[in-house]
């Protein structure tokens, strides 16, 4: 069951959350991240108070890195800015708990660097998450740096792809 932050409760019954509160109960939420249009899951994200405000301020995403310990806007670098549409909390009202927070979002058209719509189209074969080439936008340009996204697990490459990441920030 979802219930909207910052609405009026239609009935006496109904919760009405406060920002303040829902974050004093948990720094950081997970965010379920669903495409407005389609319906479709996005991402799992975290936002803590500082991201979700920011959020609400400007009307695009921002998101809690926990990695680097910072806020980040998302498609900040892809150009894949997420408009927020509407925030919704999922709630367990038998065991009064809440999991997490949905964002359905309006994407806008990225510029990935490899040519790809979207980054999630890894599917899993029963063993392994592989590259699902028939979501590359231009499949010949991009192979080469396909390769490139492939070996980022190992140690020493991913090193380097972090250092020219960083420049770009």
Known sequence: MSESIGTEPEHKTDLNISVTRLFESQAVWPVIVIENNTGKVVSLQEVNLQAFEKTLETGQCWYWDKVNMVIYLKGEHSDEIETLKEATLDICHARRHLRNIHYKVDIAPGACLFGMSR???????????????????????????WERVNTLLDEEDDIEHQKRYMKKK
């Open 119 to 145: 980054c999630d189209f890894y599917t899993f074969d029963g063993t392994s998450f592989t590259l699902d080439k028939t979501c590359i936008v231009e499949q010949s340009s991009c192979a080469e740096k």
